[in-house]
């Protein structure tokens, strides 16, 4: 279960395990996420080209992260996201399963949610210390203050919403240990009002509410070509450049 393509298996200490668990999934894009498209775009084998890297492709940001609740689409959308950029792709709830050799509802049963919020955040100090890659955060990830503050820092966060109808849609046939109860959807409603202020602190937000996958990362990409833009444009101002915390696209 846990050897990786080559076979190996992996360490048994958690910071080797970590580091081994990013250069597997740093490897290439791996399985598409539930619900995305099966073929990926011709360019991409299981390597991403070696002109991702090269400043030959333009893209808007060679870094991005995706936040936001429970089945707003953080999985499928960056996953997607990472294939239209030709960035890697790292799946934060994904890396802690290879990490702890558990599945999320499991950690939550067996470990106790305080064990997975802190192995979410160091996955948070690692994947921002990566290059070239689309992030796709657990739903919770982005309320911790430390978590934010150091994604905030590293580039520009994309959170997708959705209504509370669409998420339980979404997710009612799959287990989130938090959604588990005997009226999901008024739990979907309660925690999502609950998060609401702090999900409004991201960068750039993006409805997914019936709306096809390929527009809303084509939407996603042009808001991003915009914050780019702003960004460029302040970094040319120089020093009388309006206070950094403004931020774009909004
Ligand atoms: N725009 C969309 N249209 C239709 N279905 C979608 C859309 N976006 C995501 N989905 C589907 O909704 C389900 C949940 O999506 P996904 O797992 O990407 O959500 P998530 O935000 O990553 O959730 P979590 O926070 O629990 O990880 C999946 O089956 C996915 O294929
Ligand atoms: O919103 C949350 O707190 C969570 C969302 C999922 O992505 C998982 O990270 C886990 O189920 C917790
Ligand atoms: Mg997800």
């Not at 200490?13 to 995305?36: C, K, Q, Y």
């Not at 046939?173 to 739990?187: C, F, G, I, M, Y």
């Not at 096809?212 to 991003?224: A, F, K, N």
Request: charged fraction near 30%.
């Amino acid at each position: 279960m846990f050897s990786d393509a080559a076979g190996e298996p992996p360490p048994t200490d958690r910071p080797a395990r970590l580091e081994w668990a990013l250069s597997t999934e740093l490897r290439g894009p791996g399985p598409a996420p539930e619900g995305a498209p099966v073929t990926p775009p011709a360019e991409d084998c299981r390597t991403l080209s070696p002109m991702f890297s090269s400043g030959l492709i333009e893209r808007p940001v060679s870094w991005v992260a995706l936040a936001g609740f429970m089945g707003t689409g953080k999985s499928r959308i960056g996953w997607e996201l990472s294939r239209a950029l030709a960035l890697h792709f790292v799946d934060t709830d994904k890396l802690i399963t290879r990490v702890v050799g558990k599945s999320i509802p499991e950690v939550f049963a067996q470990e106790g949610e305080g064990y997975f919020r802190a192995c979410e955040h160091e996955v948070v100090r690692r994947v921002t210390r990566l290059e070239h890659a689309v992030i796709s955060l657990g739903g919770g990830t982005f309320i911790n203050e430390d978590n934010r503050h150091e994604l905030l820092e590293r580039g520009p966060v994309v959170v997708l919403w959705a209504s509370p109808e669409t998420v339980y849609q979404r997710t009612k046939h799959s287990d989130r240990p938090l959604l588990r109860a005997e009226d999901p959807l008024s739990k979907i409603r309660t925690l999502m009002h609950e998060r609401e202020p702090v999900y409004r602190q991201g960068t750039i937000h993006v409805h997914s509410d019936g709306r096809p996958s390929e527009e809303i990362v084509e939407e996603i990409i042009e808001r991003l070509w915009a914050w780019a833009d702003v960004q460029q444009a302040w970094a040319d101002a120089g020093p009388e450049r309006p206070e950094l915390g403004e931020r774009a696209a909004d």
